[in-house]
């Protein structure tokens, strides 16, 4: 099966966040299994193909609008992100289907990737869910707002799921969130675990914490407040005063996430002082995921105190090395830890069960096996990549199946080609509409937009003139301009327009220079 996988981030060059994680998991499980998997993926630098590990991937940087949309990225800075980010997957995308069609299209609902391929049809769609826009609105996460920014994002994602050939979440407890967003019903979404390579992830192996006769508590996530790290934090003092031979090891980015959009290491850090306990924490920053196992293999307990994580990839890699885990019940951790069983589940932001439970492992080392062998044994049975590539592929199929039946419901009925043209142009039309409601309200802009003209000499002297010419026209009384003055007028737009389309030109010819001089390494 040909199969063309879109991903924003994919390693190493663009992250090893949970998507990316599993794009590399999923795009190597399916490739095993005999498949031709391509990815699509963001860029640091510049466009490139390269093949990693057997498997194409194609980097592409953020779509260049033909136009300075200044207004449009001051007004909706994150829509017009997204529309770049993801305009520029899809103009990959659909190159590379032209040459050799996919037979199955395999994206994330996150920041509306999937919005072209379900709109245009030009294959069937399989749209996986991570933690949509809407559930960041909701909760507040990363400070995100209910601004008609982030709910044309939201808006853009929905309409990308109900366009898909199936829908397929990591846990229950997203499916039923998006489920009741969406207002479907939750059996129509497909339940597929993230996978793990256990290969990679095993008990088996070096370690990369020196031992110092003290037990080792293992967090692993960016420093923001979804991940829980605060509530972590004030687990520590009650812990240490239970349980001095302990240190806890914190791995992870720091975030402006904080209060007025402040470091949170810092603010982590004077609560540490504060309650006199930063000798028994060490800060590591982000570790490259070939070099976690190490990590895992020096804890004694890994836990994982988010307040929402659809499944975060911690909890199934520290699962996977044989660690006890201690997560929360704040999201789908439920769907990979079995209480008592194969790890201890606490409720979210509940500082003092997680310490009591921390303390609890602490103190009995036979129950910290047990859990740690317990979830190995999980892992193998449930979430092998190989296992999760298999359950893809047949949902592959129903996707197939659903679109074969279906290939009459295409909301866009122009050819595909048409679609990033269409919305660029409606980008513009907004970008013109805020511009000429700005020129007429504000002094301000109306500086700006003619102070800006100055680099363009020819254009600014025709407006300049034709501004001078009305002007006079409505002085002495006249409302009729004359003609040679409104096809000046045409003029100046016409050459707007032309450089505009111009940089477009340019943007589609610098495309096609690029994937002709790939370099394949």
Known sequence: MRIGLISHEYPPETGWGGIATFAYNLSHGLKELGHDVEVVSLAVDHNKQTVQEGIKVHRVLPYDFAGDFDIVNLCMPYSHSVLRTTSALWNKLLQLHKDKPFEIIDVPELLAQGIYPGLTKIAPLVIRLYTPHSKFIAERFHNVTPSFDHELIAAFERMAMLSADALTSPSNNLAQYVAN???????????????????????????????DGRLTVLFVGRLEERK???????????????YPNVRFVIIGDDTKTGIGYTSVLSELKRSLHASACQDHVIWINRVALH??????????????????????????????????????????????ITEAESGRLVAPRDRQALSKVIIELLTDQQQRLLLGDNARARVLDKFHSLEIARQTVELYKVAINSASAHSNLTLYLKSPEQALPDIEELVYAFHKA????????SWRFRFRHWYNLRRRPRLFIGKLYMRMASLFYKIIGKQQIPAKLIKLQEEIELKQDALRYHKLLNNCETESDDREKMPVS
Not at 189 to 199: G, L, M, S, V
Not at 434 to 441: A, D, K, P, S, T
């Open 181 to 211: 967003d969406l207002n479907i019903r939750q059996d129509q979404i497909h339940i597929i675990c993230n996978p793990i390579d256990p290969e990679k992830f095993s008990p088996s192996g070096n370690k990369a914490i020196t031992p």
């Open 228 to 242: 829980g790290i605060h509530y972590l934090i004030d687990a520590i003092p009650s812990v240490i005063k239970s």
């Open 291 to 336: 070099e976690l196992p190490a990590y895992y293999r020096s804890a004694d307990i890994c836990v994982v105190p988010s307040v929402y994580d659809n499944s975060p990839y911690t909890c199934l890699e520290a699962m996977s090395c044989a660690r006890p885990v201690i997560g929360t019940t704040g999201g789908g951790m439920a769907d990979y």
């Open 434 to 441: 805020i511009g000429n409601f700005l020129y007429v309200h």
